[in-house]
């Protein structure tokens, strides 16, 4: 029940004194702790998908995808093995670009699984992928923060830690995710390994792996290793690592290499155009589409070249940009109906979907940040999305992770959770026995079926302001980025490490310190 009900409200609403105020807020602040509430598991979605294409339109995307991958083909780029590989299959390779034949990445994407597992260091947090299942993660790759002085700067490591601690302690978010931001004062060869490292150190749900170089992800499957064991690593699947094509319609040699690493290795690769419709797509949503099949056939279907059964997800980064300024643009209408569709595309070749987040152009977290990131959101979950990257903490067009932002979303993501639990029809939900007690003209505030559920009802927010300008004037007159702000200096106090047993701590530490020996630093 709200506060207003509360035995310190003031009939009829009116001013309450200082010190009830308080002891308001104090309430508060011990229902939702100093830090964060217990860790939600991943969501297992009761509600339908929502779909905006027929099976008209949608064999109709599919057959111009299979134009554009025999016709116009896809390029793999400074890659021999890739180019044999393709060869060996069946695809007429012309120099760097593929044709494939009709059919032969549907045929080879057979092998890969429809739903799998993502393990965590505590078996308690895995997740899975595919299916019903809904997973959330923070925001990926901005190189600044906002911090929670309110100054834009570039990126620290102990912003990234911070971000996997608030990753850690955030209820609704079901992974620490990857680079929840890019700390540019460690040297860009050498900063992966600390990236990983805080991951495993700092929390203990699922992570994600280095893309920026083969190299790179090599070391990530080598700490994974010393975490889960050799043989766990080369069976289960530890990381989930996101794999851009270069649209339009091209996979680059980085990103092939960090592709093949993890496929060899059978962690799944999260198969994503980057998409600013009218930059790197055509202007519509049908085109759009058609493009992004295309590119996801090819590269998701190679992963079943260099290993059979590799887990690979059909993901899309879809937005928009300004026809004016070629700005990209956030929370509108024309991205939400690329994801849908994509999502429906996934289903019917029975691969897990990436798509969505909280997006936004917003420079800080205000009206527009709010808007646009719901609207992008509600889309996500309603698509049947499995695995949400940027769900919490982007700001500025993902040039910018921020500690406010990433608090009001986490709780937005609560709700989330909340609305994909769909319409509870079990007897206590059905309430008979609450109407038979009220009967015409009374109310529910007392009755006993109210008092039982009253504390578990609805989805309480630990930011939102729902009581009188009265309260909220005593309080401070607040806005929610401030109470955003002292949430998470709270969090941040209190955080507390999940346990890593010491010898495997050692063993990382070993580990980086011999890679980053064997290397001079390097700045590009």
């Known amino acids: 029940m709200s506060d207003v009900t509360d035995q310190d409200a003031v009939e009829g609403g009116g001013r309450r004194s200082r010190g009830e105020g308080r002891g308001a807020a104090a309430r508060r602040a011990s229902r939702t702790g100093g830090g964060a509430g217990p860790s939600l598991p991943y969501i297992q979605r009761k509600i339908r998908e929502y779909e905006v294409l027929d099976e008209e339109g949608l064999e109709l995307i599919e057959r111009n995808a299979d134009t554009i991958l025999e016709e116009i083909g896809i390029e793999f780029r400074d890659d021999a093995e890739a180019l044999e590989l393709w060869k060996q299959a069946g695809a007429d390779v012309r120099g760097q670009r593929v044709h494939f034949p009709k059919g032969l990445c549907r045929e080879l994407l057979k092998t890969a699984p429809s739903e799998f597992t993502w393990h965590a260091r505590n078996p308690a947090r895995s997740a899975q992928v595919g299916g019903k299942a809904t997973i959330f993660a923070p925001v990926y790759g901005p190189p600044f923060v906002r911090d929670l002085e309110g100054v834009r700067r570039y990126a620290t490591i102990e912003d990234f830690r911070n971000f996997v601690k608030l990753a850690y302690m955030a209820p609704s978010i079901h992974s620490s995710g990857g680079t929840v931001c890019e700390p540019v004062d460690i040297p860009v060869n050498k900063r992966h390994l600390d990236m990983v490292y805080s991951h495993i150190k700092y929390s203990d749900k699922p992570f994600m792996g280095s893309v920026t170089a083969p190299e790179r992800a090599e070391d990530t499957i080598a700490m994974a290793k010393i975490v889960f064991g050799d043989e766990f690593v080369e069976n289960n699947c530890v990381t989930l690592n996101l794999i851009n094509a270069n649209s339009p319609m091209v996979f680059d040699e980085t990103m092939v290499g960090a592709l093949k690493v993890y496929a060899r290795h059978n962690q ?79 289903r019917r070749l029975k691969l897990p979907f990436r798509t969505g987040g909280s997006l936004c152009g917003s420079k800080v977290p205000d009206a527009q940040a709010a808007h646009e990131s719901a609207n992008t959101l509600n889309m996500t979950l309603l698509a049947g999305t499995n695995f949400v990257l940027h769900a919490a903490g982007w700001l500025e067009g993902g040039l910018v992770s921020s500690y406010e932002k990433f608090m009001i979303d986490q709780d937005q993501l609560g709700m989330m959770q909340k609305m994909a639990e769909g319409v509870d029809l079990s007897e206590n939900a059905q309430a008979l026995d609450a109407i038979r007690e009220v009967g015409p003209g009374s109310h529910y505030l007392g009755c006993a079926h109210t008092q039982a559920n009253f504390q578990t009802a609805f989805y309480r927010s630990p930011l939102a302001d729902n009581n009188s300008y009265e309260q909220w004037e005593v309080e401070g007159e607040k806005r929610i980025e401030q109470r955003a702000n002292a949430l998470c200096r709270s969090w941040l106090e209190h955080y507390e490490a999940p346990y890593l047993d010491p010898a495997i701590d050692d063993a990382l530490k070993a580990f980086i310190d011999q890679r980053k020996d064997s290397m001079p630093d390097a700045f590009t």
């Open 268 to 346: 799944a690769c999260v198969l994503s155009p980057f998409i600013l419709s009218g930059a790197m797509s055509p202007v519509t949503v049908a085109g759009t589409l058609t493009q992004i099949l295309a590119e996801v056939l090819a590269g998701a279907s190679f992963t079943q070249l260099i290993r059979k059964g590799a887990p690979v997800l059909f993901g899309t980064f879809a937005a928009s940009i300004s026809m004016q300024s070629g700005a990209p643009t956030f929370g509108t209408p024309e991205p939400s109906l690329v994801s849908y569709g994509a999502a429906q595309l996934a």
